[in-house]
């Protein structure tokens, strides 16, 4: 894992496994829930719960443009009611212009909270198994890569780093939230995950998936923070590909780490640590995020 830089006015106070959080030096033993933090994405890839090496180019600055383009529409840009988001003005160190946010910090909630608009991944496995989705009964014969009736919510609890985050029940989530909180997260994902996928459509693509993070800020007020719409939180598939494919990997044809996650699921036992990434794999990957956003923010 590449550690982190030194930044100028900043301390280093945690790394994930993609991005780096700074706190203002000076704010240092203060407890102001309202300072500001950097959030740097780095250009890590993981897949099955390894960093892997090497990084793709420029993979960070690519998700950070991702992001502040979808808060901007989420604030009002896509025409839609505001979504309070965590971004806040300020200078960002040169050394990681591009790829870093300046944020308000918020105390973050405990689950993610995904949006299915499609079955898919973990949401296919559980479905294979029980016919439900983090416990909500689906309509039997559904294909991997179907569309589903409506978006539904799956949220997930956030596991400790290292951990694999576990899917759970709406009830589940009222334990750990409590019942308002809940239905609040739930009901504002759907509304986010509803605009996006239609500003994703206009634009020939499929938001099947997509997981937010929301924190309350300093009022109490639930505001979307981390990184939102990402090509690392979420799928985008080819809408042309997905009508016209026959086979799952034909309707699949997604904007992620999809690349990644199939070269090394066909390389590796999954023992040990993971192999080098292929110059080609690396290229294609990162073609394939330029792509997204050009797709996207194209008029
Ligand atoms: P993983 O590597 O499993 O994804 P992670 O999600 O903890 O772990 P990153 O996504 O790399 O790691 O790091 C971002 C971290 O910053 C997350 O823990 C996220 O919840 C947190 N975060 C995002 N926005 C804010 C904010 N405004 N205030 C406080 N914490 C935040
Ligand atoms: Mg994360």
């Not at 090497?54 to 840009?77: C, E, M, N």
Request: proline share 6%; glycine share 10%; hydrophobic share 40%.
């Amino acid at each position: 894992m590449t550690s982190p830089i030194d930044l100028p006015g900043w301390r280093h106070v945690y790394s994930g496994k993609v991005r780096d959080l700074y706190a203002p030096s000076d704010a240092a033993g203060s407890d102001a829930a309202d300072t500001a933090l950097l959030v740097v994405a780095s250009d890590r890839v993981s897949a099955f719960d390894h960093v892997l090496s090497p990084g793709i180019p420029d993979k960070g600055v690519l998700l950070t443009t991702l992001s502040l383009w979808w808060f901007a529409r989420l604030a009002g840009g896509d025409g839609g009611r505001t979504i309070p988001n965590h971004l806040v003005d300020g200078p960002i160190p040169d050394a990681v212009r591009g790829r870093a946010m300046r944020v308000r910090r918020l105390d973050m909630q405990p689950i993610e909270c995904v949006v299915r608009g499609y079955l898919t991944g973990s949401g296919w496995a559980e479905y294979t198994a029980n016919g439900t989705v983090c416990g909500i009964a689906l309509p039997g014969g559904l294909a991997n890569g179907d569309r589903l009736p409506a978006p539904i919510f799956t949220p997930a609890f956030k596991a400790p780093m290292g951990e694999h985050d576990e899917n759970i029940s709406f009830e589940q989530a009222v334990e750990l939230v409590g019942a308002e909180t809940a239905a609040e997260l739930r009901d504002l994902s759907l509304e986010i995950y509803t605009r996006a996928a239609a500003t994703a459509e206009e634009h020939g693509l499929i938001l099947a998936d997509t997981k937010f993070e929301f924190g309350r800020d300093a009022d109490g007020v639930l505001t979307l923070g981390d990184e939102v719409l990402t090509s690392d939180s979420s799928r985008y598939w080819d809408a042309a590909a997905w009508r016209a494919g026959t086979t799952p990997a034909e309707r699949m044809a997604s904007f992620d780490k999809q690349i990644v996650r199939d070269w090394l699921a066909a390389e590796w036992d999954k023992q040990g640590t993971p192999p080098e990434l292929p110059a080609e794999i690396v290229e294609r990957t990162a073609a394939r995020y330029r792509e997204l956003l050009d797709l996207l923010t194209r008029d």
